[in-house]
T-cell receptor
Framework: QKEVEQNSGPLSVPEGAIASLNCTYS??????FFWYRQYSGKSPELIMS????GDKEDGRFTAQLNKASQYVSLLIRDSQPSDSATYLC????????????FGAGTRLTVKP | DVKVTQSSRYLVKRTGEKVFLECVQD?????MFWYRQDPGLGLRLIYF???????EKGDIPEGYSVSREKKERFSLILESASTNQTSMYLC???????????FGEGSRLTVL
């Protein structure tokens, strides 16, 4: 079983809809969770981080974490065509010199 | 502005050649990383370094070595390139004990 798993997609949503991206992880000691966005041909950039159970909102983005279920998600409200990208879930295993593990990514397409 | 610079965006090498990929960051970050990214596999950690002259193996270190003689510079070396090392290589850096990785633009290596 992979350490960090994501549905590879592609996920397609119409403009203005909510896009829901999901990620599960296998390491129970994982403490920090991140969502990176990667446009085609570009390098990943951090868009959200979450450290405790519950929801964290930043503009149109909401990250949700459930450590008991080992599940983290990203919701994008009012999706725009400019949100079309691959979204990478990353998990940091604390106490391991900042060893960050990535999922394979979910490709999102927002159709006008 | 945060900057991670990779020396080459595109390289084409022949099997058996020695390849150097260089990465420089200007943020005084302690930690630096080398990942490779392949379709469907996401980002896989090759090596990381948490201090000058210190290095740790990641998930796929075979066929690679690294060098960190100065804090700002982290080099990835392929001693004898092989076709299965054709990939996108991404360098990243971060402050110790934070999870926000800053990525370079990537180096796309083709080994013929």
């Amino acid at each position: 079983q992979k350490e960090v798993e994501q549905n590879s997609g592609p996920l397609s949503v119409p403009e203005g809809a909510i896009a829901s991206l999901n990620c599960t992880y296998s390491d129970r000691v994982s403490q920090s969770f991140f969502w990176y966005r990667q446009y085609s041909g570009k390098s990943p950039e951090l868009i959200m981080s979450i450290y405790s159970n519950g929801d964290k909102e930043d503009g149109r983005f909401t990250a949700q974490l459930n450590k008991a279920s080992q599940y983290v998600s990203l919701l994008i409200r009012d999706s725009q065509p400019s949100d079309s990208a691959t979204y990478l879930c990353a998990v940091n295993v604390e106490g391991n010199n900042n060893d960050m593990r990535f999922g394979a990514g979910t490709r999102l397409t927002v159709k006008p | 502005d945060v900057k991670v610079t990779q020396s080459s965006r595109y390289l084409v090498k022949r099997t058996g050649e020695k390849v150097f990929l260089e990465c420089v960051q200007d943020m005084d970050h302690e930690n630096m990383f080398w990942y490779r990214q392949d379709p469907g596999l996401g980002l896989r950690l090759i090596y990381f370094s948490y201090d000058v002259k210190m290095k740790e193996k990641g998930d796929i270190p075979e066929g690679y070595s690294v060098s960190r003689e100065k804090k700002e510079r982290f080099s990835l070396i392929l001693e004898s390139a092989s076709t299965n090392q054709t990939s996108m290589y991404l360098c990243a850096s971060t402050l110790r004990n934070t999870g926000e990785l800053f990525f370079g633009e990537g180096s796309r290596l083709t080994v013929l």
